[in-house]
Antibody
Framework: QVQLVQSGAVLKRPGASVKVSCKAS????????ISWVRQAPGQGPEWMGW????????QYAQNVQDRVTMTVDTSTATAYMDLRNLRADDTGVYYC?????????????WGQGTLVTVSS | QSALTQPASVSGSPGQSITISCTGT?????????VSWYQQFPGKAPKVILY???TRPSGVSTRFSGSKSGDTASLTISGLQADDEADYYC??????????FGGGTKLTVL
């Protein structure tokens, strides 16, 4: 079965960086894109960006594009999301999500989420 | 990219039907067939219940249906059940090759 297992919760100071990992299993990793979606407390989901797993091509949301880097390691079927210069409003749960079948733009499988808390 | 507009809350009694709207622009909802809907329970990850406006993933109840007219998409839940009480979010592909979500609608089953 498809599984996306993310790294654990972290507490970071403002200005620091965080790197969240997402290990995929149960399917061919390079056959589906991976997106990252975050959700602030009490808020709706926010799409952060997408990485094309075969070649590492990325597309980022405008409001984080200067601070985020999404990468993949195909040898370990793991995706990474690196967010720099953290602010208090970056606090929330970060999800990696697997795209739908080829050409379908929806989020079919979700990781368990990683709580990132930014506080001094 | 602004969030898609959804009503903050809707309610209905068991057995009734409710509809949740999702309004965007011609650059997102109105311009693409890639509108999807997600159901989220407290403390859980969202779960896709519709994609491509009206396609149900395997295992999703036929009580969930979707449609689109112009810049507004709609989710209809028929035969409302107590365990449908959750938050519902729409999302759409955009002309900037990004994805935008709605602000969410809290469904209360009376």
């Amino acid at each position: 079965q498809v599984q996306l297992v993310q790294s654990g919760a972290v507490l970071k100071r403002p200005g620091a960086s965080v790197k969240v990992s997402c290990k995929a299993s149960g399917y061919t990793f390079t056959s589906y894109g991976i997106s990252w979606v975050r959700q602030a407390p009490g808020q709706g989901p926010e799409w952060m960006g997408w990485v094309n797993t075969p070649n590492g091509q990325t597309q980022y949301a405008q409001n984080v594009q200067d601070r985020v880097t999404m990468t993949v390691d195909t040898s370990t079927a793991t995706a990474y999301m690196d967010l720099r210069n953290l602010r208090a409003d970056d606090t929330g749960v970060y999800y990696c999500v697997r795209d739908g079948p080829a050409g379908e733009i929806f989020f079919e499988y979700w990781g368990q989420g990683t709580l990132v808390t930014v506080s001094s | 990219q602004s969030a898609l507009t959804q009503p903050a809350s809707v309610s209905g009694s068991p057995g009734q039907s409710i509809t949740i709207s999702c309004t965007g622009t011609s650059s997102d909802v109105g311009g693409y067939h890639h509108v999807s809907w997600y159901q989220q329970f407290p403390g859980k990850a969202p779960k896709v219940i519709l994609y491509d406006v009206s396609t149900r993933p395997s295992g999703v109840s036929t009580r969930f249906s979707g449609s689109k007219s112009g810049d507004t998409a709609s989710l209809t839940i028929s035969g409302l059940q107590a365990d449908d009480e959750a938050d519902y979010y729409c999302s759409s592909y955009t002309s900037a090759s990004t994805v935008v979500f709605g602000g969410g609608t809290k469904l209360t089953v009376l």
